[in-house]
Structure formats: C-alpha cells, structure tokens
C-alpha cells in the first residue's frame, strides 16, 4: 500500500494537495492536453470521413429529364425539355467573362484551397436555424454541388459538399475546375452553361461575349429569378447595380483597368425571354401561372425547375381554356379592326376562371401568343379595376352594419345577437346597393369617408385580393384605384359567389419527382371571410348589374349571372372589366337550364343559400391598351367605335360568348 500511495495519476482531477476551490479549478496541463486531445481526435475524424468519402460519378443533371405538365382530367399538357446545355473549352470563352465570374463569385479562386471555412460555417448555422443557406460557398464548391451532388440544403449535404470540394481542388486543375463551374451553372431561361446562357440572353456564341455583356451573365450566377432584367422592372433595377458592381469589383481586383471600365456606361440590354414553340398559344402561361404556385408552395427555383424529372398535375380544364381563347378571338375579330382605327391598336385581353368550392383555377387567357407576347395578361397587376371593385365597397358597409347592430330577441340565452343583414333592411345600404346598379360614383366616395377606407381594403384582401395591388388609401380608393390580376378578381368574386366563403386559387393539385410526391400542395379548408347574407346582398345587386350589362330576356335559358361586376364608360379609367359567376342549374336539370337564383330584389335574398356555387367557375374578363415599351396604359376612347363606350361592353361580350361556348 506504501508503494502505490505517493503514485501520480494520469489525470490529476480533482487535483491532490489542493484546498477549497482551487482543487476544482483544473491545471494548465489539464487544459493543454484537453485540447490536444480535441484538436488530435477531430484531426483523426476528419481523416477518416476524407477517406471515406471519394469523389461519386456525376449527377448528369437530373438525367435531363423532361419536366411534363398535366391538365385536370389527366392528359398531358406539355412536356417542358431536357436540360439546356452546350459544354465547350475555356479557349471558347473569352477572358473578360471568366475575370467577370471569378470577381463576382469568387475573387481569390485562383489561390484559396477550394474551400471557405468562413462560408461552410455560415451556411451551417443557417440551417440550424432555418435561415437561408446560400452564400459563402467558393466556386469549386459550387462546382461540386452542380456536379456531383444534389440541390438539397442539408447538414449532410453541405458537408460532402465541403469534402469533396477539397478532393476536387487537390486532383483537378483550377482552370479545369472553372470549366466545369462555368459549363454547369444556371443562367436562368432554361440556360445550364455559358454557351446556352449567351445565346438566350443575346443570341450570340459565348466567345463573342463583350466585357459588359460578360458582366450581365455574372450577375446572373447571384439568382437569376432577381436578376434577369427581362422578367420585370425590380429584377431590371437590380440587374444594372450589380452590372455596375461587378465591373468596379474587376478593376477593384485588378481584372480590369479604370480606363476599359470606363467604355462600359451603357448596359448591354439582352433580348426578350422567349419561349419553346411547344409552350405557343395559351401553355405558355398557364405553365408560367403553375409554376409561380409550384415556388410559392415548395420553395422551389426555376433553378430547380429546370433541372427537369417533375411530373405536375394543374387545375387547369382543357376545354374551358380553349372556350375562353375561342371567346376572345371571336369578339376581337367581331368588333376591333385596327386597319381601320387606331384605338383599336394594341388592345390586349385577359382572363381566369376560378371555381368557387376549392379555388381551382380551371381556365385563363393570358394574351395571344406566349411565344410572341411574353407578359401573363391573365397575371398582371397593372389594371385598373374601375367599378368592377365597388362591390367590396358595398360589401364592407353591410359587413359594418352585420357587426355593429344588435337585434332585439326574445331568447335571453343570446343578448345582442346580430341581425342577418339579409333580413333588416338599411336605407343607407340600399343607396349604395342602387349607386352599384345605376353606376353612381359619388354614394361609394361618400361610404368611403363614412366606413373607413382600411376596413373597405382589409375586406378586398380577405375575400381574395392580395394587398400588394391595393392602391394608396385617398378619395378615389373606393371607385377602383387598385389593380388586382384577372385571376385575383375572379377568385375574389368567387366570395359572394359562394355565400361568404373564400378558398385561396391554386393551379397545381399534385406533384412528383422521381416518383415521389412533392409536399406543399395540401389545400386549406375555405374560409368564412364574409357574412352569409351579406354575400348574398351583394350578388342580388351584382345580378342587377348582370341584367343591365347583358341585356338578357327572361326566357335566356342561362338567366344572368349571379354574380356580375363591371367598370362603366363614365369611370374615365384605362380598362374595362366583366366579371361574373354563372347561374346553377335548378335540381333535376342540366347545366344552365332555367333562370338564375339569388335574389332580384334588393335584400330579398335567403341567408345560407350559395348561388352559383360548386363547380361553374367565376371568370374575371379585362381589356386594357398597351403599347410594347411604354410605361402607362393608353386610353381606351373609341376602341371598337362609338357604339361600345370606351370600349367597357367588349369584356361582357367575352364571357358571354365563354358561356355560350359552353
């Protein structure tokens, strides 16, 4: 016992010889080989996962895989591609694109290990707590994960991403390296690679790229759905900032001197974005329409999207589009003859259809041609909506009075309980509900001031309007200021269409990719966003507006729509729109047999009926002039003659010949 007392130990903790608190503080020593130990067993780990990982075959882009769309009823619609690409040698691609690149992704390329740490550990922690993930990686990296692996944003992924980005820099040359980054990357407009990249955005091999054009295609690397200057004004602005930046950074780098920098003051416009001849007519965008629901449900990326392997299932009804494209065709070559006027140039069409039970969208027009007219009429948010907004007006004010009015009741178990507005009458509703038939400006003004012009947005935007086309709060809010989309009004109608119930529009039902299904498209249950007999209170006034627009018989075996908004000749306002909810079919007959329901007279509307509701779509119908480059819309005196009052009855005349159609 003698011999082993006075033995040290290996670790000596707690420390012997020691009092109190200092025999719980541990040595230097301690410290020290702690940490060797640390750094000696992550050196060790690290060792092992370099050896285990090696560099895996390529990922040949998804397979090039086509991307197919499907229409409702399960046949396909179209199939969008393989993957765009033309590899070609670092001697077909001019310095002057390579310093670009290299500037704006990756400034020390040439002399770093392959790798940033400061990057990985950026991304890392960013994905721990759920923050965007991209950033920070080096061009080899990139170069990796383009490819080698796939695009998911993962702790595993990133990495592998970091291990063979290492492998990769000690075994290839950087110059073969760039070649493979600048081959592999995406440009945006289904471009994979410099070549592709150049002839989509100016028709040209890459080799005769300039310095400033070189510039633009760099910018593009950061993301081209925010830098593409053709797909919108903002991504336009950003476009030239970061054209401007990388051209600075190159002389900041010494790339490029102050005297060539200086030649580049004008930036290089690319070309419009065209479409594939297999997305002509009308596929175009409704493939556009989708996939702005596929990114917004899934967080997917054109970038992705273009990788290809998708199978999407749409909302779209294969007839229903080719009705509505046969209506607007038919009024346009019935009653526009631009030979003859000049108001009749440049008329465009747009329109959706949105069912009111789930907020399928089953049919739009978008313009022309895709091919040929590249903006979504269907989509756009440059519209004035005119009188066509003033049922939100009306709506607001009874949805006022719904809540703030109290009914006398003889059950004491339910004090206060708020009348139907269906059921008590209100004179200043009824003025209004009049103002709306008659197509009266100055009552909406006044319920403007009266009601609160926040409370009439606020309505808009739960029954289906998106805030971000809401025009400013002042005076004229209420006579239709805003510009909502053709398919935002149609889903907004589908509200009062539908008894006061809204279902958010959708275009994709489902999606797989590589056989398994894509999450993100599971639908909300619809949404009580306005009384039940407030909506009807409306559609009977919008059904006035039905009568008066179309001029229907009794006898029509239609009826009029039960739900009809439209602007006036007396708006003065650079559109004209119709919407309007067709009338159900009487239980026991077919489609459009016998007259519409919803309540003629004003307030004589039962609560808890849903006219027009299930599967007869709302369709929004706009007509506007506007001149390819210009800023403002024209003005639409005399389209299509005297006869047709600023041209306002051409929209009704689309959706009634839709319905005809049918």
Request: glycine share 12%; proline share 7%; aromatic share 8%.
């Amino acid at each position: 016992m003698k011999g082993t007392k006075g033995r040290r130990r290996f670790i000596d903790y707690p420390r012997r010889g020691r009092e109190g608190l200092r025999r719980w503080l541990p040595s230097w020593r301690l410290w020290l080989g702690t940490l060797a130990f640390g750094i000696l067993s992550l050196a060790g780990l690290f060792a092992f996962v370099y050896a285990k990982i090696d560099i895996p075959n390529e990922n040949e882009l998804a397979g090039q895989e086509a991307t197919v769309y499907y229409w409702a009823d399960g046949s396909q619609m179209v199939s969008v591609g393989a993957v765009n690409r033309q590899n070609i040698t670092l001697d077909k691609v001019p310095d002057s694109v390579e310093n670009a690149v290299i500037s704006a992704e990756n400034a020390t390329f040439y002399s770093d290990p392959g790798v940033s740490l400061q990057g990985i550990g950026r991304a890392l922690v960013n994905m721990v707590s759920g923050e965007e993930t991209q950033g920070g990686s080096t061009i080899t990296q990139q170069y990796v994960k383009n490819t080698y692996l796939s695009q998911d944003q993962t702790v595993t992924r990133k990495l592998r991403e970091f291990i063979i980005a290492l492998k990769v820099s000690n075994q290839k040359s950087k110059r073969d390296i760039l070649r493979g980054y600048l081959n592999t990357s995406w440009f945006g407009r289904g471009s994979y690679g410099i070549q592709a990249a150049a002839h989509a955005y100016y028709g040209i091999d890459a080799k005769k790229l300039s310095p400033s054009q070189g510039a633009l295609l760099a910018a593009t690397l950061k993301g081209a759905d925010q830098y593409d200057p053709g797909l919108s004004k903002a991504n336009h602005r950003r476009a030239v900032a970061r054209w401007r930046w990388i051209l600075d950074r190159q002389v900041a780098t010494g790339k490029m001197s102050r005297e060539e920098r200086a030649k580049y003051r004008t930036f290089p416009e690319p070309r419009p974005p065209s479409k594939p001849t297999s997305q002509a007519g009308q596929i175009g965008y409704l493939v556009d329409v989708a996939n702005k629901f596929i990114k917004a449900d899934t967080g997917l990326t054109d970038k992705d999207l273009a990788r290809g392997g998708y199978r999407v299932h749409t909302t779209f009804d294969k007839n229903r589009t080719r009705r509505l494209e046969k209506a607007v065709n038919t009024v346009r070559r019935e009653n526009l003859d631009p030979k003859e006027r000049t108001a009749d140039t440049f008329v465009e069409f747009g329109a959706a259809s949105v069912r009111p039970r789930d907020g399928a969208i089953v049919a739009l027009y978008g313009g022309a041609d895709a091919t040929r007219h590249f903006s979504n009429n269907a989509d756009t948010t440059a519209v004035p909506a005119g009188s066509a907004f003033k049922p939100f007006v009306l709506a607001a004010a009874l949805q006022q009075q719904v809540e703030t009015t109290p009914q006398p009741t003889d059950r004491p178990e339910e004090p206060g309980r708020a009348v139907p507005v269906a059921w008590r009458p209100d004179h200043a509703a009824e003025d209004l509900g009049s103002a709306l038939v008659k197509a009266q400006n100055p009552p909406f003004v006044l319920a403007g001031q009266r009601i609160g012009l926040n409370r009439i947005r606020d309505l808009a935007v739960a029954a289906g309007l998106r805030k971000e086309s809401m025009a400013r709060l002042e005076q004229t809010f209420p006579l239709g200021t805003s510009a909502p989309s053709a398919i935002r009004m149609a889903s907004a109608y589908t509200t009062f269409a539908n008894g006061g119930l809204h279902a958010d529009p959708y275009a994709v039902s489902a999606m797989t990719h590589d056989g398994r299904a894509v999450h993100g498209f599971e639908r909300s249950v619809p949404q009580q966003v306005l009384d039940a007999g407030v909506a009807q209170q409306v559609t009977g006034a919008l059904e006035g507006v039905g009568w008066r627009t179309l001029g229907l018989p009794a006898a029509k075996p239609a009826g009029p729509p039960v739900a009809a908004g439209r602007t006036e000749p007396g708006d003065r306002m650079k559109s004209a729109w119709f919407i309007g909810s067709p009338p159900p079919a009487p239980v026991g007959t077919g489609p459009g047999a016998g007259p519409g329901t919803g309540g003629g007279n004003w307030g004589g509307v039962r609560p808890g009926t849903t006219p027009g509701a299930g599967d007869e779509p709302t369709t929004a119908v706009t007509m506007f002039r506007n001149q390819p480059g210009a800023p403002d819309l024209l003005p639409l005196q005399g389209v299509g003659g005297p006869r047709t009052g600023l041209g306002t009855s051409l929209p009704p005349k689309v959706w009634s010949a839709c319905q005809d159609a049918s």
